[in-house]
């Protein structure tokens, strides 16, 4: 009698070893997935970080001023007048209200400037966007790696960080995959094309009877 196993155990042994491997390989994908999803995120929250600090020492220099200004006016205020002091004319005191206003005036407006020179650096879903819109074919994860972070040397740009952000942009259909063989390219959406889809749903829709 022989103790080969049987076709049907076989086949049995064949299944459960391919559906290991689909189950592994669906794990590492979306462990990669995560993996660049939490490249991303701690990227910009650094950025975020920065931008809180950066924030936080101009609220504390504009409150700085604000009290040396009013220590200053209080004490101008409380100052005793001698005997052989003269009075200062009231055209005089008007003006320097007027002066001291305009100081005022010109430190908020600097503020504001500086706020506004402090905004947060574009994301990377944005540069991948802005670079796709200006090529005339489709690019890799790769290519778009290579470009962005020539254009923008200051910033760390991998692959994964690439990928996923192309990806985001396709979830908002600003991006579309265009498969060249066994790679995968992406290429912009305009907008107008964007935009029609709806109207297009709505000449399609039947007309009630």
């Not at 020539?150 to 979830?171: Q, Y």
Request: glycine letters at 4%.
């Amino acid at each position: 009698m022989s103790d080969s196993p049987s076709p049907t155990s076989q086949s049995l042994q064949a299944e459960y070893e391919a559906k290991l491997a689909a189950d592994l390989e669906r794990n590492a994908a979306e462990r990669e997935r995560l993996t660049e999803q939490m490249a991303v995120f701690e990227k910009e929250l650094k950025v975020l970080e920065r931008n809180r600090a950066m924030l936080l020492e101009m609220q504390q220099a504009v409150g700085s001023a604000g009290t040396a200004t009013d220590a200053d006016t209080a004490e101008n205020k409380s100052a005793p007048r001698t005997s052989g002091e003269s009075k200062v004319p009231k055209a005089r005191q008007a003006k320097g209200a007027k002066a001291a206003k305009g100081r005022t005036a010109a430190s908020a407006a600097k503020t504001r400037t500086e706020d506004a020179g402090a905004q947060k650096p574009p994301s990377l879903v944005q540069l991948v966007r802005d670079y796709l819109a200006g090529q005339s074919e489709p690019k890799s994860a790769a290519e778009v790696a290579a470009d962005v972070t020539e254009r923008h040397p200051e910033r760390t740009v991998t692959v994964n960080a690439i990928r996923t952000a192309l990806e985001a942009l396709v979830a908002k259909s600003a991006v579309r995959r265009a498969p060249q063989g066994k790679s995968v390219y992406y290429d912009h959406v305009p907008a107008a094309d964007t935009d029609a889809k709806p109207a297009d749903a709505d000449q399609a829709a039947p007309t009630p009877a």
